[in-house]
């Protein structure tokens, strides 16, 4: 893990592409599967967490020479609940349906490895504005993976994109699509396929 | 108080709204705690304990502590904190009873605190506004459900290890493959109960 890396540019490329939270790092897997039977919850979902990952980073980034050692992880969960608070008094206020449909999922962003993960690995070391791109552009690759998974299902399953039917492409609609098992094999297929890329290339540093 | 048998809600969150397979929760440890049989197993255990606690401990703390003072808004952070005091003291009184079972699974105690399942569990039990009786069953069948999955895996990955497999497919790849093979095994049980 590259753990003093400062530029934005950088960082981005890293978050994005090259160390994915959801593809590479396996974490924040359970509402990636979960609420990627359709990309309009799948987006909401995305952008809650990248603004909540986001802004706990910086936040943690900012206290992270007050917070005595030992009880960190508790002060860490304290900040990111209360952002997650946010988004879902948010979405309940502006898309209750949405809110409705994603259920649990929203508050347990607050379990979400990513954030937490992104907090002890780069908001202890970084100052707040890069611990902040940091955050985001890991949510923005959260995002993406998403995105991607619900894409494959809703067409599949559902013959809509974002609600919008696209059944002329005729085809069957296929039901296991939305329902658990189809989440599993599309992310294992692409975990799959990341790892067997990263193992090809010849890189210098661990692969 | 939705009018479901206790019991119904015990057998339909081990079988057909399993944790893991059908409400993928917990994924984290259960990729990641699964490669050996025993630790697995053990982990499953401690999850379930959690959990049961948990559900209890929480349901009265919803019904008695955040609706009437009109808390709801804070729900997240109570959760948290209970699910958090709940886990260190257990792992204070493992310490001092059960040093063997501590010495085992003393590093994945503090990682239950971020356990989904145990939020979720919570939440799904205030969302669908379960009685006591009603929640705590809940939290057994779906702790159980989780440590079933996880020692399948567990074992399964086992006699993998020994396996050739595709470039790049070993580790969490595969693990998701068996895990949506076995995520339609169980929809096989849907029908027989229902909790939605």
Known sequence: MPGNVTNTREIAKTQLWRENQVLRQILGICSSLAVTNS?????????????????????????????PHRVRMIVQTMVIAAYVILVDLALQAFLPDISKQLGPYVGLIITNCIIMGRAEAFAQKNPPLPAMWDGFFAGLGYTWVLLFIALIRE????????GVNVDFIGFERW??????????????????????RAQRLPTPNKK | MPDINPLIIFLASIATSNMVLSNFLGMCSYLSVSSEYKTASGLGMAVTLVLVLTSALNWAVYTYLIVPLDLVYLQYVIFIIV????????????????????AKLGIFLPLITVNCA????????????????????????????????????????????????????????????????MAMAFIGFSGIFTIQ
């Open chain 2, 118 to 181: 145990i939020l979720g569990a919570t939440l799904f039990m205030v969302i669908r506004s379960y009685g006591f009786v009603q929640s705590v069953l809940y939290g057994l069948g779906s702790g159980l459900g989780w440590w079933l999955a996880i020692s399948m895996l567990a074992a399964m990955r086992e006699k993998l290890a020994k396996a050739k497999l595709p470039p790049g497919m070993s580790g969490p790849a595969i693990s998701f493959i068996i895990t949506g093979i």
């Open chain 1, 155 to 162: 067409v599949l399953g559902f013959g809509t994109v974002f």
């Open chain 1, 175 to 196: 039901t296991i699509m939305i329902m658990p098992p189809a989440a599993f094999f599309i992310i294992g297929s692409m975990i799959w396929a990341m790892s067997a």
């Open chain 1, 39 to 67: 990309m309009k919850n799948s987006l909401v979902m995305g952008l809650g967490l990248s603004f909540v990952t986001a802004l706990s980073s910086m936040t943690l980034s900012a206290m992270r020479d007050i917070i």
């Open chain 2, 83 to 102: 699910i958090a005091a709940l886990v260190q003291v257990l792992e204070m009184a493992m310490d001092r009873y059960t040093p063997d079972l501590h």
